[in-house]
């Protein structure tokens, strides 16, 4: 059985003030979840903030990106892997479609922060997805299919037995426009298969989420689906109420 993760991914957005506040209605409700895996990740100066406020809780925490060189050095406006354990993170967003789409990330870059992450012993939760056009174009599974390779030929298969896929086709992301249960389900056994083929063990114990417009009125239908692990969750994960549904959902 793979255990369920939900994943808030909080993006640009909080307050030292607003993120106390959000923490404190989330520890509450996050203490009566059984099985569901929380991570919370939070912009990169308030690590120290979140790892105080969660400190007795199961809750984790999580990055949004991570430096692709593992050592320390010359690499401005970047933070490594090591600095992101001593802040407690145990998870690290890599290749968000943000990331990719605005600031250039090509695959190989994806793939070397994956490595990053793993080097420093956090769990990347590799995120791919396509766009609108691409998926208009009959090209889902092609995209996604890259972007899983590219980080296949770098780290070997068996780096997935350590690692969580998050699926967010980009035209969901942030737009109120959800993917059909059917049509995540359908990319996601695509996912599984990919993997299958090189490792089936490996494909079986895979956590994937999803992402897009993910709230707590369509996390069940969502969650129910065979290969929907959990979520990574965009604008829901800044509301407690809304997360705690979603973590609900996921927990059942
Ligand atoms: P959203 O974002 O839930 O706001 O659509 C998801 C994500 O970008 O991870």
């Known amino acids: 059985m793979r255990r369920p993760l939900v994943a808030g991914n909080w993006k640009m957005n909080g307050t030292k003030a607003s993120i106390a506040q959000l923490l404190g209605e989330m520890k509450a ?9 929380v991570v919370v990740c939070p912009p990169f100066v308030y690590l120290a903030d979140v790892q105080g406020a969660l400190q007795d809780t199961t809750v984790l925490i ?5 430096c692709d060189s593992a050592a320390a050095g010359a690499f401005t406006g970047e ?3 090591e600095m992101l354990q ?19 990330e090509s695959d190989e870059l994806v793939a070397r922060r994956f490595a990053a992450a793993r080097a420093a012993g956090l769990i990347p939760i590799l995120c791919v997805g396509e766009t609108l056009e691409e998926r208009e174009q009959g090209i889902t599974e ?3 299919a890259r972007q899983i390779d590219a980080v296949v030929a770098l780290e070997g298969i068996a780096a997935f037995a350590q690692a969580v896929i998050a699926y967010e086709p980009v035209w969901a992301i942030g737009t109120g426009k959800t993917a059909t249960p059917q049509q995540a389900q359908d990319v996601h056994a695509f996912i599984r298969r990919r993997i299958a083929e090189r490792d089936a063990g490996v494909a079986d114990g895979l956590r994937i989420l999803y992402g897009g417009s993910v709230k707590g009125s369509n996390a069940a239908e969502l969650m129910a689906m065979s290969d929907i692990d959990g979520g990574l969750i965009g604008g829901a994960s800044l509301k407690a109420d809304e997360f705690l549904a979603i ?4 927990d059942s």
């Open 142 to 144: 092609q995209v996604v």
């Open 62 to 66: 999580g990055s949004q990106n991570i």
């Open 86 to 104: 001593e802040f407690g993170c145990r998870y690290a967003i890599v290749g968000h479609s943000e990331r990719r789409a605005l600031y250039g």
């Open 247 to 250: 973590c609900k959902a996921a």
């Open 29 to 37: 409700g996050a203490a009566s979840l059984q099985q569901v895996e």
């Open 79 to 81: 933070v490594s892997g």
